[in-house]
């Protein structure tokens, strides 16, 4: 029996989505394989075992044959974790270091989606350390009309992320980013259909397999999809979306196409606005959400792979 270690938590802004993760998948794999959590605690401490026994990181990874990455955001989806579980050459599942790396930051992201030809919205991005009001509001009003959406440059599950509808409301906007992360991103509003679209890999025979779209309707109170919208069950999920045609086949096709240009690995999921016949990506996560709210695993439902035929061929192709 393969001994399996659910690694959730980590020091970052997400790590309670993640515990949520990891616990969802330590239930689906008991009683297939031999299941070691591992909780890494915010100041960076590994709790091993049903008993949260605190041990390092050779210990804790002695005699693991593969490690299911459940974290999210900084340390555990940005490379650093896939680089050390490399260097013990441990499998893990997931994307690699420098895709995962990539992919996190937005800007460099965005810059290697243009190339493969995947439109992006028109951005501008800040840095802390040269930071100036003044110059930074007119670049933006000269990228674009107001409203603008304000990210930091490496965070998820829509952390730290503002709309500034005016230009009164870009200096709290970027202020509220610039306390999760030293770069923000201030990007083009794009007025559309919001919705995400996950890739699996080595899938019924396929090396891509493009899951059924999600259409995210956030509640007529909500202004975008919010961290508080995304858990507490106010957003319609309708999947699978209701695009058909061409406009799926290219949903599907751009999914898979930002998978293979950022060089992900085994799943992601593709975040997109639809306007009209356009396709913006706005983002690519490598390690999407395993909670019960999440989208990648009710994307996979939608075709009748169940949750713990997903975590198991996940294991199985790490």
Known sequence: MKTVAVMMGGASSEHDISMMSGMNVVHALAGKYDVRPIVVTPTGTWLVGKKGVSMGHIEALRGV?????????????????????????????????????????????????????????????????????????????????????????????????????????????????????????????????????????????KKHVALPPVEIIPPENATFFSRDVKYNGATREVCPAPFYGAMLASIRGTAVKAHVALGCSQYSRTDMIAKGKKLYVLEVNTLPGLTSESLFPKSASAMGLSFEKLVEHLVETA
Request: proline content about 5%; aromatic content about 8%.
């Open 65 to 205: 044959d593969v490690v299911f990455n459940a974290t999210h955001g900084e340390w555990g989806e940005d490379g650093k974790l896939q680089a050390l579980l490399a260097g013990f050459h441990i499998k893990h599942t997931g994307s690699k270091t420098i895709a995962s790396a990539l992919a996190m930051h937005k800007p460099r992201a965005h810059a290697v989606l243009q190339k493969a030809g995947i439109a992006v919205p028109p951005e501008k991005v800040f840095q802390k350390e040269s930071y100036n009001e003044a110059r930074a509001i007119r670049d933006i009003h000269t990228m674009s009309a107001p409203p603008w959406v304000v990210k930091p440059t490496s965070r998820g599950s829509s952390i730290g992320v503002g709309i500034a509808r005016t230009m009164g409301e870009l200096p709290q906007a970027i202020a509220t980013a610039f306390s999760y992360d030293d770069a923000v991103v201030v990007q083009e509003y794009i007025q559309g259909r919001e919705l995400t679209c996950g890739v699996l890999e080595n899938f019924e025979g």
